[in-house]
């Protein structure tokens, strides 16, 4: 299991003294779930280290700009999130894949409720690339990390009932697979 | 049974090693003295907006001076009197002329009297 550390265990505010070893311990408790998050999102191995590194750079050299300690987590994801739409920027300038939908009312139930079998994995996470890059995005954001709607809209920059309509429709197509009698 | 976020984690763990490194190469980076962007890379950097600016300049400078020139000869023309008068002013200027270039004496004035040994002999013959 990952060691969490708590947001407010984490040194935010040595590492904005400049502190290398507070910067160390931020970007080993976030280098996992910010491959994850990026690899999910660009399927490319050394795409997704060099946007993590870049990430990290950033972070270090623009700390001065984020307001709350405690969001640095969802501060570091915006980060990413800007680099990957970057990157698709650059491979298809028309394909960026950011969208506007109806906001739909939906309940967003917490993030430990999918439990998925063995036999399941493979198939989960083929239904997981099926969906759409907004949509992967949003449910990466909530469940690897456990953002709220709030900070899932501040890191995306779309609107918080966008973000709980992409999330409602996520979680039903991922729900949809699991409680499929398996063949 | 394991959680959306075990399953992912999981998933990537492998790739830690090159992580760390990426961790590493970055606190590197860090460590180094972030290049402070000279004058000269400044001005460079502004190259194309410089070139933009100064293109605009000079049409707006061609534009100006060109409706100077078009306003200036309208004016101008608007000026000239028509061609009787011209041609009237000219003779005279070109007598005034004539008049100051020729020398003192050069022509004698018409109705200057005779000299009075003139009369005398003239009356002699008589």
Sequence with gaps: MPVVIEHEQLPVREARAGDAGAWNILFKRYQLPLYTYVFELVHHEQTSLDIVQECFISAARHIASLRVDGKFGSWLFGIAHQKCVQHWRKRRPDSVPIEEEEDLVGDVAGPAELLISQEQEAEFLAALDRLSPPHREVLLLHFIEEFSIEEIAGITGARPGTIKSRLHYAKDALRHLLTKPSE | ?126
Excluded: C
Excluded at chain 2, 6 to 17: C, Q
């Design chain 2, 1 to 126: 049974m394991k959680t959306f976020k075990e399953l992912l984690l999981e998933r990537h763990r492998g790739m830690e090693p090159k992580l760390d490194a990426a961790r590493k190469r970055a606190l590197a980076e860090l460590e180094q003295p972030e290049a402070k962007p000279s004058w000269r890379d400044f001005l460079i950097s502004l190259r194309w907006h410089l070139a933009g600016l100064s293109a605009v300049w000079l049409v707006f400078i061609v534009l100006t001076f060109d409706s100077h020139a078009e306003t200036t000869m309208v004016m101008a023309r608007d000026k000239i009197p028509p061609a009787p008068v011209l041609r009237a002013e000219w003779i005279e200027k070109r007598l005034e002329l004539m008049e100051l270039t020729q020398a003192p004496g050069e022509t004698e004035p018409a109705a200057l009297p005779p000299r009075r040994s003139e009369i005398l002999s003239r009356f002699e013959f008589v």
